[in-house]
């Protein structure tokens, strides 16, 4: 091995001798860079081969080249790139070699190879790296992809590009990704071929082998993927994907009128379909002859037009295919458009009243979901509609009696039209739900109850939560209610509410921290009542937590009334507590305190 080594060591020196004698390099440079390539090959020559070595080598060596770079713009010398960069290149290729060649399943070590080969102007070699990861890899449609664009882009070999298509769609028949940017590579291939055509014109050359056949020309080739591809994969959603490239080509109107057509045909009863043609009226400029508006007005009023037009497709295409689905596309359509800033008071009218109708017309026809009736009931609130609104949230919940959602907007509504019925529908929600979900809810009667009842009303409605949430979700109840407690009856009805808590697990660390804070505001602090909170937060969280063990050790340490010589008792409870990393992240805080940081 020791042989091998010194060889290629020697062949770095015709290079490293240039680069000392053109002055990028000092001569005590040369002897480190020799030291470290000597200590890299090394790693990458023993037996037990590992990655990272070979990451670090190529590594190092783009940072050298990197390196020659800089000081070749500093001192202007551009010249023996061949002796010195093309062969520390070389050398990276041969180590990108072998490590694709030991790892052949690792996708980035191979991309990072593309990478450097595309930086460092060895577009030679990339079409046999594609061609070796496409072996291995054949079941990645995005390399096919990647390899393809390649051929495409930098070598300009549509032939090269198109065999790499049409081999990854016999792998993968069914990609609709693959189709779309095979389609994409055929209509820009008519478009360059078309450019060059008008480039022989004007200059008014023969173009001899050059003519293509006008087919070719208009995209037929593109044609074919199109028909090819929408009889293997089904969907509107793929159909208006190649006709969102297609549109892209302005020699491809035909082509782009003949899948438009198909969309409406065969896709009739796609939701999609309806929604992508409606959508459409909005690009639709006014006819040449046709006057442009100019002032504000009559853009707003243009507008409003075209917004009518897509809105008489949407009530065509909820008549002839009346489903939620459906609905939610001219919803949507007409939120969006709502959502749009505009001077006009006439436009934003309009969209109003366009909106509005479309949430009751779907709202008869029980077609509306449990997101839409939120967002009609925003609406209504953002109108100041508050009667409506309520109807609305009654009708949602009568829909959907299981949603908590849905009755925590009910609710909401409720206490912003201060009805008195408040506490009754609290009441109702509670019994129609599930208490697993009535979470928010209890939270939300809580809050309402502490602006609008007294402080023994809130206290039962927190009792009342804290017996009725169980398990996990009860832990940020406990800590809303000490919350509560400490904001209306100060720290002596905190501690109350926390000694009340103390056995009803489950808790959080939070919880403890608040107290502890709390107590910290207090005047005097008592380090009796901190001790307490500590110890019942380690009975807890002693085994995972710590932090905790070290603010109690810090606490011991700066507190007036505290104990210093608690503190290695505590360190070495920690110790015996906690587990794995957290006894090793412990001992490294531990460690930092002492040494004063």
């Known amino acids: 091995m020791a042989e091998i080594i010194q060889e290629r060591i020697e062949d770095r020196i015709p290079e490293l001798e240039q680069l000392e004698r053109i002055g990028l390099f000092s001569r005590a440079e040369i002897k480190a860079i020799i030291k470290k390539a000597s200590d890299l090959e090394y790693k990458i020559q023993r037996r037990s081969l590992l990655k990272e070595d070979f990451i670090n080598y190529v590594q190092y060596e783009i940072n050298l080249l990197e390196l020659i770079q800089r000081r070749r713009a500093r001192i202007k010398y551009s010249f023996k790139k061949d002796e010195i960069e093309y062969s520390i290149v070389h050398r990276v290729q041969g180590v990108f070699g072998r490590a694709s060649a030991k790892w052949k399943d690792d996708v980035q070590l191979w991309l990072s190879y593309i990478v450097f080969c595309k930086k460092w102007g060895t577009k030679a070699q990339l079409s046999k790296i594609f061609s070796a990861m496409l072996a291995i890899h054949s079941n990645k449609p995005a390399l096919w992809i990647m390899a393809a664009k390649w051929e495409m882009e930098d070598r300009l070999s549509s032939e090269s590009a198109r065999q790499l298509f049409l081999r990854a769609l016999r792998f993968h028949p069914e990609c609709p990704k693959l189709y779309q940017e095979y389609f994409r590579m055929e209509l820009m291939h008519a478009e360059k071929l078309r450019k060059e055509k008008q480039e022989f014109d004007k200059a008014a050359m023969d173009m001899g082998n050059f003519d293509h056949p006008e087919e070719i020309l208009k995209g037929e080739l593109a044609r074919i993927i199109y028909k090819n591809s929408v009889s293997k994969i089904k969907g509107a959603e793929f159909h208006v994907s190649l006709l969102s490239i297609a549109q892209l080509f302005d020699f491809a109107k035909d082509l782009q009128k003949e899948i438009y057509d198909d969309l409406q045909a065969l896709h009739t009863d796609d939701p999609f379909t309806w929604d992508y043609v409606a959508r459409r009226e909005l690009e639709i400029q006014s006819q040449p002859g046709e006057e442009q508006p100019e002032s504000k007005q009559a853009k707003a009023v243009e507008v409003g037009r075209r917004e009518e037009r897509c809105c008489a497709v949407y009530e065509e295409a909820v008549k002839t295919l009346p489903t939620e689905a459906m609905w939610k596309c001219y919803i949507n359509f007409c939120l969006e458009r709502f959502s749009k800033k505009t001077s006009s008071v006439p436009l934003r009218g309009q969209r109003l009243e366009r909106t509005m109708f479309a949430f009751r017309k779907a709202h008869e026809l029980k077609l509306l979901s449990e997101v839409q009736y939120k967002q009609w009931i925003d609406l209504l609130l ?54 697993q979900v009535c979470l928010p809810l209890w939270i939300s009667w809580a809050e309402w109850s502490e602006s609008a009842n007294s402080q023994e009303d809130t206290e039962a409605i927190f009792k009342k939560a804290i017996l009725a949430v169980t398990g996990a979700s009860s832990v940020t109840l406990k800590e809303k209610y000490l919350d509560w407690a400490y904001r209306s009856g100060g720290y002596k009805k905190t501690r109350a509410v926390f000694k009340s808590l103390q056995e009803s697990r489950p808790f959080s660390v939070d919880f403890f921290r608040k107290m502890i804070q709390f107590e910290k505001e207090q005047e005097p602090c008592r380090m009796a009542n901190l001790r307490e909170y500590y110890e019942r937060a380690l009975r807890e969280f002693g085994s995972t937590d710590s932090d905790l063990w070290m603010d109690y050790i810090k606490e011991e340490l700066s507190h007036p009334f505290g104990r210093p010589e608690n503190c290695g008792q505590i360190y070495w409870r920690a110790m015996k507590m906690l587990q794995g990393q957290s006894a090793e992240l412990f001992v490294a805080k531990h460690a930092m305190h002492q040494a004063g940081h």
Do not use: C, N
Request: aromatic letters at 10%; hydrophobic letters at 45%; zero cysteines.
């Open 382 to 435: 953002h109108q100041d509609l508050f009667k409506e609104a309520l109807q609305v949230a009654e009708d949602g919940t009568e829909l959907f009696k299981d949603s908590a959602a849905m009755w925590q907007v009910k609710l909401q509504v409720l206490i912003g039209s201060k009805s008195p019925d408040v506490a009754m529908q609290f009441e109702e929600a509670f019994a129609r739900l599930k208490p």
